[in-house]
């Protein structure tokens, strides 16, 4: 059973940043896709960053050019970088990973407020 435990939320300013960082029990380069997702209260859960294991990253247009998502093989976790947080990025942080089939982490809460 595949498991990932993210860590890194918390409460922020608007402006402010954060670093989500992901850690999976099994060798990440035997997934396909890796990504982060997110779920607001009353909303459902979207996509927010992927990356392929050729590299190839794509982003929510929302969050396009203020998050960043990169992997670290070595030590198996995934990071997501979130600059310029606003508070519609308040939402429960999800790691996933996917081959035959996706794998989710309990989530972590980040909360953007003055």
């Known amino acids: 059973q595949v498991q990932l435990v993210e860590s890194g939320g918390g409460l922020v300013q608007p402006g402010g940043s954060l670093t989500l960082s992901c850690v999976c029990s099994?060798?990440?380069?035997?997934?396909?896709?890796t990504g982060w997702y997110r779920q607001a209260p009353g909303k459902q859960r979207e996509l927010v960053a992927s990356l392929t294991s050729e590299g190839i990253a794509n982003y929510l247009d929302s969050v396009q050019g203020r998050f960043t998502i990169s992997k670290n093989n070595a030590e198996n976790t995934i990071y997501l970088l979130m600059y310029m947080l606003k508070p519609e990025d308040t939402a429960v942080y999800y790691c996933?990973?996917?081959?035959?089939?996706?794998?989710w982490g309990q989530g972590t809460q980040v909360t953007v407020s003055s």
């Open positions: 996933n990973v996917r081959r035959t089939f996706g794998y």
């Open positions: 099994e060798n990440i380069r035997s997934f396909y896709v």
